[in-house]
């Protein structure tokens, strides 16, 4: 019985992904994208934000951590780091390190963080666009829980 290729075994494998199945390891990777971190990071890298409103037509410049730590009010520098590493490790995410003094580091969405970029942009969209509905609502729940 000749041996599977390696694509062949990965596409059988895909087929095994269940994410209901408590051992099936894209539970982490949902785990790791509904962070609110990566939905932010994503959303800056992608061009998205108050700051860096671009034309559809212009496509996103990498951004140096310093910029990205300017845009994303609130997050420690820890978080940040490890979002980052997180999102190079699993291939959303490259790092370009530019041999200066001081080195200058960059980060841009690779093709797979522009396929999810544009997923979570709208998930963001849509906490922007009902969040006044959410909060109506969690008013009114706790007044009856109350």
């Known amino acids: 019985m000749p041996t599977p290729s390696a694509s062949a075994a990965r596409d059988a494998a895909k087929l095994e992904y269940d994410a209901f199945l408590a051992a099936c390891p894209s ?8 962070d609110k971190w990566v939905t932010l990071v994503l959303a800056a890298l992608g061009g998205d934000g108050p700051v860096a409103r671009q034309p559809v037509s212009t496509a996103p410049r990498p951004l140096r951590y310093s910029e990205l730590s300017r845009r994303l009010a609130g997050v420690s520098q820890k978080m940040l780091t490890q979002t980052l590493r997180s999102l190079e490790r699993d ?17 841009e969405l690779t093709e797979l963080g522009r396929s999810l970029q544009a997923l979570m942009r709208d998930v963001k969209d849509w906490a922007e666009a009902h969040m006044d509905e959410v909060l109506a609502n969690r008013d009114a729940y706790d007044a009856r829980t109350a």
């Open 27 to 34: 539970r982490q990777l949902l785990d790791r994208i509904s």
């Open 91 to 107: 291939g959303l995410v490259a790092r370009h390190v530019v041999p200066t003094v001081p080195v200058t580091v960059s980060y």
